[in-house]
């Protein structure tokens, strides 16, 4: 008797058809957005030397590119031999900064390790190191992931830490976005929905009583409920980011022709370069940035639905929404819609340590993309591990 064939299935998108080939021009994009603004919004930090902030993130352009290179390389499956370990390193990162002479204060937070003129900020990297550890989790218990021990507690000790560690360096924007990013990864993965939500609610009082004992996060608490009140205090920054807006109008007032950077705006080319986009190139720019990042999580989204595992579709899941809630958040910080959080906007704002993390996130979306476009396992050759 012949035997029969068996028709090779793909698992992912082909050709053109591809979600990661709009999720790459939409990074592109965004990036040469940041360079050109980062000229103007960055000219009041040395006026000797204008060009020190576009070269240390071109620096840190071409560093993310070569480890993005290499993170395409790795085989993901492979990866989750080490992934405990990873999540140990990252633990381990976030107590060392914490010790003085070890650790470096920047901007009000000890969350940095210094190396001469550069700097590394260890709780970016704590946000693809819980990812990696959600996804890798949730895969192996797949099957009782709605449970309340293994499903809800064991996880939310393992998100609990890292928070809290970064909490102590005074970084709450930081601990904000891993913390939205867990809870949206337990609800993806299949945890009690009544568990996250009475957290969610729960979880209200002990970060409302932190910022009662924070004189500076509380002020920018009221500071946001009144912020022409307060725009000569605590929303001054956001406030002054407001007058950007409007003196850019629809066509903006001209590319390098921004103002509010040379007297007013506070970190114009870090946590509120959105601004100086909408002085310098208007309205129409500033709601391209949203479409482009909308594109970009749509995008990201069609790709993630072609997950062949959990494991995998839990991993993409996690780097799209770093990337997209750390830009929603942002948004709503600049256009005065949410209380100041510190927090860059991804591929535009300077910042090497986030604009790596930012990079890698693509790249792991890219790297699954080309795995799931490979021929599944025939039939016949199948062997059932997870799924």
């Known amino acids: 008797m012949a035997k029969r064939k068996t028709k090779a299935i793909h698992t992912g998108h082909l050709g053109v058809l591809n979600p990661a080939v709009a999720i790459v021009v939409c990074v592109f994009a965004l990036a040469m957005l940041g360079v050109s603004v980062l000229f103007s919004a960055s000219l009041p930090i040395d006026i000797d030397d204008p060009y020190q902030i576009i070269e240390k993130q071109m620096m840190w352009m071409g560093v993310t590119f070569a480890a993005g290179l290499m993170v395409l390389k790795v085989n993901l499956e492979w990866a989750r031999k080490f992934i405990w370990i990873g ?6 990162g976030l107590i060392l900064v914490l010790i003085p002479g070890i650790g470096s204060v920047i901007n009000g937070s000890r969350s940095w390790f210094r190396f001469g003129p550069f700097g590394l900020q260890v709780a970016e990297f704590a946000k693809i190191g819980l990812v990696f550890f959600l996804a890798h989790y949730f895969s192996l218990i797949r099957k009782e992931s709605g449970t309340f ?4 507690v064991v996880p939310c000790i ?16 930081t601990a904000l976005i891993i913390s939205m990013v867990s809870f949206c990864i337990l609800y993806l993965a299949g945890a009690n929905v009544f568990y996250l939500v009475g957290t969610a609610v729960a979880g209200t009082v002990p970060v409302a009583y932190l910022i009662s004992k924070d004189p500076e996060r509380l002020s920018r608490l009221t500071a946001f409920l009144d912020m022409e009140g307060n725009k000569s205090g605590d929303a001054y920054q956001v406030w002054q980011a407001i007058l950007a807006f409007g003196a850019g109008g629809i066509d903006g007032v001209g590319s390098g022709n921004g103002r509010q950077q040379l007297r007013s705006l506070p970190e114009a080319h870090t946590d509120f370069i959105f601004a100086i986009v909408g002085e310098e190139l208007g309205l ?6 949203v479409l482009v990042f909308m594109g970009l999580f749509l995008a990201g989204v069609s790709h993630v639905r072609k997950a062949p595992n959990t494991y995998q579709f839990l991993l993409a899941s996690g780097c799209l929404l770093t990337i997209s809630i750390q830009a929603l958040v942002n948004l709503g910080v600049v256009t005065g819609s949410l209380p100041t959080t510190g ?11 986030n604009f790596l993390v930012m990079g890698l996130c693509v790249a792991l979306i890219l790297n699954t993309s080309f795995a799931w476009k490979s021929p599944a396992l025939n039939d016949s050759k199948r062997r059932l591990k997870e799924i």
């Open 87 to 92: 999540y140990g390193l990252c633990v381990a």
């Open 149 to 152: 021990w293994k499903g809800f």
């Open 158 to 173: 393992a998100i609990g830490v890292v928070v809290g560690l970064i909490m102590m360096q005074t970084d709450l924007g």
């Open 284 to 289: 129409i720019a500033t709601m391209a940035v």
């Open 343 to 353: 927090l860059p906007l991804p591929f535009i704002s300077y910042g090497g340590s």
